[in-house]
């Protein structure tokens, strides 16, 4: 029987009242120590590797264009003289440009695009441009990190997949990022970096596959419970009961492909009551619910063990916005209640793909 932790293990609540964030000790400002790569942030940033911005922030969320991240990984892979020296040991005095029409040898870029090109790390765009000011895909940060980190790999007729398949033997796509062509953020650079220098193996990753970027399980089978959370016991009317039924049954389907045919849903029949108390109320906004109320209470009634709670409401929330919990590790929702889910497709869509990509729910 699998071992269930309730602050531990992550648990999908799709509900959630108002934002959780608790700042605790963090180099930076606005760097929650419950955001994903909380970690691997402070790691680049004890290493030199990056060093944030000068107001004290990391903004992790912003996405980074190729300058900068062919900074970083120069930053993660060579010494100080090295990148010091590049411009007067590789260009002659009169080159106003470094290897690429678009820039400059007056950038701020310049000596580590010079180390990245004299070492074969970055080659540029067909017209001969860099383009250091566009936002940098994950296929072409995938191209520099493997070329910067010297992996072996084959070449193949799609450009790409060698570096996306070696990233992924490796375990260091983070399960944030879903496509071969979104632009990467802050955070997942740091986390990809992490990964590599401090050879971290145990988290849950992506791995390359045709039709695109697939979770890699180390489980294979999960239990979820559906909770409905009513203010009184006539409000868990048979429509509404309907409805969670059906996004229950259909859930199966949506997370096998969403998992790409690795792991099962086992969703039973488990739909559950749990009527609303006064400690559910979450301090912060009394319109709200604390979820992490609802977690407590549902296992003190019930001895069944699940991986996830699939939580919904029979009344609406003022606060819609998601967030992380405090006391339970990685809770996140959209904070709807069960009247708003007209569209079973649309829950399945949701519940199938996007919410996986916030949640360690790979631990054994």
């Not at 980074?64 to 260009?91: G, M, P, Q, V």
């Not at 049954?249 to 559950?272: K, R």
């Not at 296992?299 to 339970?328: A, K, P, V």
Request: proline content about 2%; some cysteine.
């Amino acid at each position: 029987m699998k071992k269930i932790f309730i602050f531990v293990l992550a648990i999908v609540i799709v509900l959630v009242s108002g934002s959780f964030f608790v700042y605790a000790s963090s180099s930076f400002s606005d760097l929650s120590t419950t955001y994903d790569n909380y970690d691997a942030i402070e790691y680049v940033k004890a290493n030199e590797i990056v060093s944030g911005y000068p107001d004290g922030t990391f903004q992790p969320d912003n996405t980074i264009n190729r300058a900068e991240f062919t900074k970083i990984i120069i930053n993660a892979t060579y010494d100080e003289e090295a990148i010091e020296n590049c411009l007067s040991e590789n260009l002659q005095s009169d080159w106003t440009y470094v290897f690429f029409p678009d820039v400059s040898r007056d950038e701020w870029y310049a000596k580590y695009i010079c180390v990245a090109k004299m070492n074969n790390i970055v080659g540029g765009y067909q017209d001969g441009t860099f383009q250091p000011e566009q936002e940098i895909s994950f296929v072409e940060a995938a191209k520099v990190i493997v070329n910067a980190f010297d992996y072996n790999t084959v070449s193949d007729t799609v450009w790409y997949k060698p570096f996306v398949e070696v990233l992924g033997e490796e375990s260091v796509i983070p399960i944030t990022i879903s496509a071969f062509d979104e632009s990467i953020t802050r955070g997942e650079m740091a986390e990809m970096i992490y990964r590599i220098k401090a050879d971290i193996k145990d988290k849950p990753y992506m791995i390359y596959h045709s039709d695109g970027l697939a979770l890699q399980c180390t489980k294979s089978d999960f239990k979820m419970a559906f909770v409905l959370v009513v203010e009184d016991e006539s409000d868990a009317t048979e429509s509404r009961l309907d409805t969670l039924y059906a996004i229950k049954d259909s859930f199966d389907d949506a997370f096998y492909e969403a998992t790409d045919h690795l792991a099962t849903m086992d969703t039973s029949d488990d739909v559950f009551i749990l009527k609303k108390t006064d400690a559910m109320d979450d301090d912060l906004n009394p319109e709200s619910i604390n979820p992490t109320e609802i977690l407590k209470e549902f296992y003190s009634l019930y001895e069944d063990e699940y991986d996830f709670l699939s939580i919904y409401t029979t009344f609406e929330n003022s606060s819609m916005s998601q967030g992380h919990g405090s006391d339970s590790n990685n809770i996140q929702g959209i904070g709807k209640s069960i009247s708003s889910y007209s569209s079973v497709e649309g829950v399945n869509r949701y519940m199938g793909r996007n919410f996986m990509k916030h949640i360690d729910m790979y631990q054994n």
